[in-house]
């Protein structure tokens, strides 16, 4: 049995994707696999109550461990609805002593293949491990990169949804310092800007599979010669069909999102469920539509098409 440790970040509010989040990654996991899972939440959010915690005995290859975060990044900048918690993967090497390596995850994703092979990954010297946000076809974060964060864009820039974590590094180098340093500041991306500005050109970088978000998934549909060059095709037909779904833009248990039927689908059968909470969004999205002229419909179908990749 191979023990691989996850850590996420999450309050009360997220408590419902976390458990679909979860269920994916248990469901996905190969029988050799033992996840030891980690959270790191706030003071005021208690989950001794939580259903989170039957999901060790539903499933059997998992620990499940809280730990309470005090006085650390508070008052740190928060937009897009992105709280405080989401600066806690920065301290996880001092949070978690337990490994010299760990893999992170946000909630908002689902996750349909076992993450052994990312936590066995040599990460030599680099801090991290993640998914570029691929400037190279995307003007406007290159723009970003260059003009505000003030990084060489072709060193990339790597989004932090998923990463592999090289802590015994990070804590050799003194890196939690400057990270908490640089959390004082009011970065638009938050966490991401700051492993990014501090980390650049320290990130071992992996395909899309690991972490496709809204706009990768976007590239490899509308641009899909190009990110087949750079990831080659192998790996884009994985991420379409077996990678991480990161639902880093709308969320699918609030509204209509592309691959919001992959996340519908585990929600379903997991533990979590509830039909009157699914029958009450439904019914929302239904009047929505019904609002709507012909001509939005269309459009709406066109921008959140179905995900013809899963298997």
């Not at 723009?143 to 072709?154: F, H, I, M, R, S």
């Not at 980390?199 to 690991?210: K, V, Y």
């Not at 209509?256 to 909470?277: L, T």
Request: proline share 4%.
């Amino acid at each position: 049995m191979k023990t691989v440790p996850i850590l996420f970040t999450f309050d009360a509010s997220l408590e419902l994707a976390a458990g679909v989040c979860i269920t994916s990654l248990l469901e996905n996991a190969d029988p050799t696999t033992f996840y030891d899972i980690f959270v790191l939440h706030g003071p005021a959010c208690d989950f001794s109550k939580s259903r989170l915690n039957e999901l060790p005995e539903h499933y059997g290859n998992c620990r499940l461990t809280f730990r309470k975060v005090e006085g650390e990044f508070v008052g740190g900048y928060e937009v897009r609805g992105i709280p405080e918690t989401a600066y806690y993967r920065l301290l996880a090497p001092e949070l978690i002593p337990e490994y010299g390596k760990l893999l992170y995850s946000d909630v908002d994703v689902i996750i349909r293949e076992d993450l052994g092979k990312y936590y066995d990954l040599d990460l030599g010297d680099n801090y991290f491990a993640g998914v570029d946000t691929c400037p190279r076809l995307r003007p406007s974060i290159r723009k970003y990169v260059t003009e505000k964060a003030g990084l060489d864009w072709q060193k990339g820039y790597f989004y932090s949804g998923n990463l592999v974590i090289n802590s015994a590094r990070l804590l050799a180098d003194g890196k939690l310092k400057e990270f908490r340093e640089l959390g004082r500041n009011a970065y638009l991306y938050q966490d991401m800007d700051i492993i990014n500005i501090s980390c650049n050109g320290r990130f071992l970088q992996l395909g899309p599979s690991f972490c496709m978000t809204v706009q990768l998934y976007d590239l490899m549909l509308d641009r899909r010669a190009d990110m087949e060059e750079i990831h080659g095709k192998e790996e884009i037909e994985r991420a379409l069909s077996c990678g991480i779904v990161h639902y880093n833009g709308a969320k699918p248990w609030k509204e209509a999102c592309p691959n919001m039927d992959i996340w519908w689908s585990c929600y379903r059968r997991s533990i979590f469920f509830d039909e009157r909470f699914a029958r009450d969004f439904w019914t929302g999205q239904r009047d929505k539509l019904e609002t709507l002229s012909l001509s939005k419909r269309i459009k709406l179908l066109l921008r959140y098409p179905l995900d013809r990749h899963q298997r």
